[in-house]
Nanobody, 122 residues
Framework: QVQLVEAGGGLVQAGDSLRLSCAAS???????LGWFRQAPGKERELVASINWTGSRTYYAESVKGRFTISRDNAKSTVYLQMNSLKPEDTAIYYC????????????????WGQGTQVTVSS
């Protein structure tokens, strides 16, 4: 059983930075991890993904160059550094663990965190 707990959301102004963290309990070191977000009235979308070793990352076009995903397997934690935030980044951000081990990118999440709200004012 895996539990994921996000932290670090909040209310910021456009151009500011935030760092989200997601602490995992259970064996996540062999699974790709990802950050998703869901804005009001929109579908949940994949923002960033990192493979199980931390050597390969993926970013949605909308955040490429502004967001950075990283992981520390010794601490069972995945991070999302968000810079140059825009109002359109406003959403609930969820971390997730893949359901299949040793993947290069998160595919079908097996576990989800409870989400953390990020609000960017203009």
């Amino acid at each position: 059983q895996v539990q994921l707990v996000e932290a670090g959301g909040g209310l910021v102004q456009a151009g500011d930075s935030l760092r989200l963290s997601c602490a995992a309990s259970g064996r996540t070191s062999i699974y790709a991890l990802g950050w998703f977000r869901q804005a009001p009235g929109k579908e949940r979308e994949l923002v960033a993904s990192i493979n199980w070793t931390g050597s390969r990352t993926y970013y949605a076009e909308s955040v490429k160059g502004r967001f950075t995903i990283s992981r520390d397997n010794a601490k069972s934690t995945v991070y999302l550094q968000m810079n140059s935030l825009k109002p359109e980044d406003t959403a609930i951000y969820y971390c997730a663990s893949d359901s299949t081990p040793f993947q290069q990118r998160i595919g079908s999440p097996g576990y989800w965190g409870q989400g953390t709200q990020v609000t960017v004012s203009s």
